[in-house]
């Protein structure tokens, strides 16, 4: 899971299905990606730090499971 990631959808009032759009991939894709259950390939990491420039790539992919680094 990351929640940085979903936490700044929230924000900017980014959906799943939106955000998907963007990547060029799947909605329920994008869902299995969130969860951690498939792994970002980098051209859509490269995409997400567009959408959401001057958030530090480490926050945005912290992992839920990583103890400290989320939130």
Same mark, same amino acid.
């Given at each position: 899971m990351y929640p940085?990631?979903?936490l700044e959808m929230f =924000?900017? =009032?980014i959906t799943g299905r939106e955000m998907a759009q #963007? %990547? @060029?991939i799947g909605e329920s894709t994008m869902? $299995? =990606?969130l969860r951690g259950e498939f792994d970002f $390939? %980098? $051209?859509e990491v490269e995409k997400i730090l567009d959408i959401f420039p001057g958030v530090d790539?480490?926050?945005l992919f912290a #992992? *839920?499971?990583e103890k400290g $680094? *989320? @939130?």
């Amino acid at each position: 899971m990351y929640p940085n990631l979903e936490l700044e959808m929230f =924000k900017q =009032k980014i959906t799943g299905r939106e955000m998907a759009q #963007r %990547l @060029g991939i799947g909605e329920s894709t994008m869902y $299995k =990606k969130l969860r951690g259950e498939f792994d970002f $390939k %980098l $051209k859509e990491v490269e995409k997400i730090l567009d959408i959401f420039p001057g958030v530090d790539w480490r926050v945005l992919f912290a #992992r *839920a499971d990583e103890k400290g $680094k *989320a @939130g």
